[in-house]
Nanobody, 122 residues
Framework: QVQLVESGGGTVQTGGSLRLSCAGP??????MGWFRRPPGKEREFVAA?????????GYADSVKGRFTISRDNAKNTVYLQMDSLKPEDTAVYYC????????????????WGQGTLVTVSS
């Protein structure tokens, strides 16, 4: 069983930044990424990165240009740098790992973390 542990959530003002971290699988070439669940809404895709790193990433249109996903395989960790945060970014953010590629990264990912809350105040 693969365990994923997120950290870095919190409360920030509009325009601020946060960096989320996810301690991920210690073996296996997994695609890693982030989903989020805004209050009262469905879980939605945020970003994904292949095992090979930043040469193959994907982002939701709503976060392009503001969020950056990266990973350090030596530390088994994936990061989500979130800049220019908006109130609509408020959500529980979930880390996920999947054996499929970035293009097929979806809600059916193999493994999930427990989530970390990000609140952006106006």
């Amino acid at each position: 069983q693969v365990q994923l542990v997120e950290s870095g959530g919190g409360t920030v003002q509009t325009g601020g930044s946060l960096r989320l971290s996810c301690a991920g699988p210690t073996s296996g070439a997994y695609t890693m990424g982030w989903f989020r669940r805004p209050p009262g809404k469905e879980r939605e895709f945020v970003a994904a990165i292949s095992y090979l790193g930043s040469s193959n990433t994907g982002y939701a249109d709503s976060v392009k240009g503001r969020f950056t996903i990266s990973r350090d395989n030596a530390k088994n960790t994936v990061y989500l740098q979130m800049d220019s945060l908006k109130p609509e970014d408020t959500a529980v953010y979930y880390c996920a790992a999947d054996s499929r590629g970035v293009g097929k990264f979806s809600k059916s990912a193999d493994f999930w973390g427990q989530g970390t809350l990000v609140t952006v105040s106006s």
